[in-house]
């Protein structure tokens, strides 16, 4: 009887040695079958990227044979120059504006202790999000026209005696984009509150700090991810806006994706306008990357020990 239990001892691993190797595989593989849809999709874009980089060296109606530097000489002109300004500019004050009127929202959404109230704002923040950008851009005309809402309130009000024009002027396009990137900066920043335990909040207020204290040295600075994550999103997600520019600025705000696009509808000049993507990408890329250096740099200096 001990001579069969040893014997079957000894049997049993060598009975579950194969199975032990597929097993182990199929553990190592499950995490990246579970990224094979972000990773393909990844990788679609990847291609996009290289497709429209190639694309820029070639000439009109030859782009993928022939190739030339041109495109990049051409977009020294001074119109592409003011246009790329004019873009980096916009998105740029976009995301100061959403980022500011983030906070509130964001620290309302962390803090709230009733559920209904945290999902009705978490209904209104997403709200833009659910509704195409052309609505969205209709919805600001019908509001900013001149005989729009807006005016009419001014109008009716007795601030203004005559109608303000906020069409095809470059505030109408930033009411517009600070509009629809709002929700990219909210729900970043109000994570990273969330994430931040109250008792910091209670600590501050035991030591006599205002709440405007309490927020501008331990709320927001323990947050900072999620603001510096949120501000990049609008910025790189308005550098790239086309819908609510052409609608709100027309060719008078000509944004570099509407310059683009002018570039593809009726000229067909594919090479060009991969160009100027290309460098709407590595300026957007540029201003990203030294933003993260220079919020990295400062908590770096703010961590160090005073002398």
């Given at each position: 009887m001990?001579?069969?239990?040893?014997a079957a001892?000894?049997?049993k691993?060598?009975?579950?040695?194969p199975d032990?190797p597929?097993?182990s595989?199929a553990?190592?593989a499950?995490?990246?079958l579970?990224?094979?849809?972000i990773l393909?999709?990844?990788?679609v874009l990847?291609?996009a990227?290289?497709v429209?980089l190639r694309?820029s060296?070639g000439?009109?109606?030859?782009?993928?044979h022939?190739?030339?530097l041109?495109?990049?000489?051409d977009?020294l002109?001074?119109?592409?120059?003011?246009?790329l300004?004019?873009?980096?500019?916009l998105?740029f004050?976009s995301?100061?504006?959403a980022?500011?009127l983030a906070i509130?929202?964001?620290?309302?959404m962390?803090?709230?202790k009733?559920?209904?109230?945290r999902?009705?704002?978490?209904?209104?923040?997403l709200?833009?999000?659910l509704?195409n950008?052309?609505?969205?851009?209709y919805?600001?005309l019908?509001i900013l026209g001149p005989?729009?809402l807006?005016?009419h309130?001014?109008?009716?009000?007795?601030?203004m005696?005559?109608?303000l024009m906020?069409?095809y002027?470059?505030?109408g396009?930033?009411?517009g984009?600070?509009?629809?990137a709002?929700p990219?900066?909210v729900?970043?920043?109000s994570?990273a509150m969330r994430?931040?335990?109250?008792s910091?909040?209670?600590?501050?207020?035991?030591?006599g700090?205002?709440?405007?204290q309490?927020?501008?040295h331990v709320?927001?600075p323990?947050?900072?991810?999620?603001?510096?994550?949120?501000?990049?999103?609008v910025?790189?997600y308005n550098?790239?806006a086309?819908?609510?520019?052409?609608?709100?600025g027309g060719?008078?705000?000509?944004?570099?994706a509407v310059l683009?696009?002018d570039?593809?509808?009726?000229l067909l000049?594919?090479?060009?306008?991969?160009a100027?993507?290309?460098?709407?990408m590595?300026?957007?890329?540029?201003?990203?990357?030294?933003?993260?250096?220079l919020v990295?740099?400062t908590q770096?200096?703010?961590?160090e020990?005073h002398?």
């Amino acid at each position: 009887m001990g001579a069969a239990s040893r014997a079957a001892l000894n049997a049993k691993p060598d009975a579950a040695g194969p199975d032990a190797p597929a097993a182990s595989a199929a553990q190592k593989a499950r995490p990246w079958l579970l990224l094979a849809p972000i990773l393909l999709f990844l990788a679609v874009l990847g291609a996009a990227a290289l497709v429209v980089l190639r694309m820029s060296f070639g000439t009109q109606g030859n782009e993928w044979h022939g190739f030339t530097l041109q495109n990049y000489a051409d977009l020294l002109d001074g119109y592409f120059m003011r246009s790329l300004w004019l873009t980096l500019k916009l998105a740029f004050q976009s995301m100061v504006c959403a980022v500011l009127l983030a906070i509130p929202v964001a620290l309302a959404m962390a803090r709230t202790k009733s559920r209904l109230a945290r999902r009705l704002l978490l209904a209104g923040v997403l709200l833009p999000l659910l509704v195409n950008l052309l609505l969205q851009g209709y919805g600001w005309l019908i509001i900013l026209g001149p005989a729009g809402l807006l005016n009419h309130a001014l109008l009716g009000s007795g601030l203004m005696h005559r109608p303000l024009m906020w069409l095809y002027r470059e505030n109408g396009v930033l009411l517009g984009l600070i509009q629809t990137a709002f929700p990219l900066a909210v729900l970043p920043l109000s994570s990273a509150m969330r994430a931040v335990s109250s008792s910091f909040e209670e600590a501050a207020a035991t030591l006599g700090a205002t709440r405007w204290q309490t927020l501008r040295h331990v709320l927001l600075p323990l947050a900072m991810p999620g603001l510096v994550s949120g501000a990049l999103l609008v910025f790189a997600y308005n550098a790239s806006a086309f819908a609510v520019p052409l609608l709100l600025g027309g060719r008078r705000v000509p944004m570099l994706a509407v310059l683009v696009h002018d570039q593809v509808a009726p000229l067909l000049n594919w090479p060009a306008a991969s160009a100027s993507g290309v460098v709407l990408m590595i300026a957007t890329l540029a201003v990203m990357a030294l933003s993260q250096r220079l919020v990295r740099r400062t908590q770096r200096l703010a961590e160090e020990p005073h002398a």
